[in-house]
């Protein structure tokens, strides 16, 4: 599975939109691109995934380059309840997702 | 019912107790998985069930035994633990192809 990079820590006002970043320039042609957010001390919950198009859900919107080379989480009006550590994964399927260190969103009033 | 159970919630074990952890879902998904969290750390994987079969083992020793009685339950079997192994414990369940994992709360462990 290809390595993904993320920042380690986000800051972000109320109602603004964050813009996670994720690299993952050795992606295969076959790996989507998965998120997950993990809330303090509960289990990760699944945001979105994509694998070429951008995608968007009640909760987020993925935006995929079109080299497939990164992508960006948007949570387009962020509330103080987004505050997580937010993982991007690239895998082919969900056989086997390994998380990566992720980025600390903090949402500030 | 879209939910993933586990229990206890909280469990405080000494090295030499033998303890399990349980896991349910009535999702019909097909696939189970273990992950351990340290403080601080992403979770990693240590076991994945396919139709009930152990597909996936991370060099996991052999202090934890998991097991998959059917469909809907998976267990976690802990013997001669060691304090390292204090975490959180997470379950997770995925349908086939490229859905997502839904995951349970966790049971966090505690080895004295």
């Known amino acids: 599975d290809a390595k993904t990079t993320q920042p380690p820590s986000m800051d972000c006002a109320e109602g603004r939109a964050a813009n996670l970043p994720c690299n993952h320039s050795t992606i295969s042609g076959n790996e989507y691109v998965y998120w997950y957010r993990q809330i303090h001390s509960q289990g990760p919950q699944y945001i979105i995934h994509?694998?070429?198009n951008n995608e968007t859900n009640e909760m987020a919107s993925l935006i995929i380059t079109e080299d497939r080379k990164s992508s960006t989480l948007i949570l387009p009006h962020a509330t103080l309840r987004d505050t997580a550590v937010y993982y991007c994964?690239?895998?082919?399927?969900?056989?086997?997702?390994?998380f990566g260190t992720g980025t600390r969103l903090q949402v500030f009033p | 019912d879209t939910e993933v159970t586990q229990t206890p919630k909280h469990l405080v074990m000494g090295m030499t107790n033998k303890k399990s952890l349980k896991c349910e879902q009535h999702?019909?998904?097909?696939?189970m998985y273990w992950y351990k969290q340290k403080a601080k750390k992403p979770p990693e994987l240590m076991f994945v069930y396919s139709y009930e079969k152990l597909s996936i083992n991370e060099s996991v020793p052999s202090r934890f035994s998991p097991e998959c009685p059917n469909s809907s339950l998976l267990n976690l079997h802990l013997h001669a633990l060691q304090p390292e192994d204090s975490a959180l414990y997470l379950c997770a369940s995925s349908q086939s192809g490229d859905y997502g994992y839904t995951f349970g709360s966790g049971t966090r462990l505690t080895v004295v």
């Open positions: 994509g694998l070429k």
């Open positions: 999702m019909g998904h097909r696939a």
């Open positions: 994964i690239a895998a082919p399927n969900t056989d086997k997702l390994i």
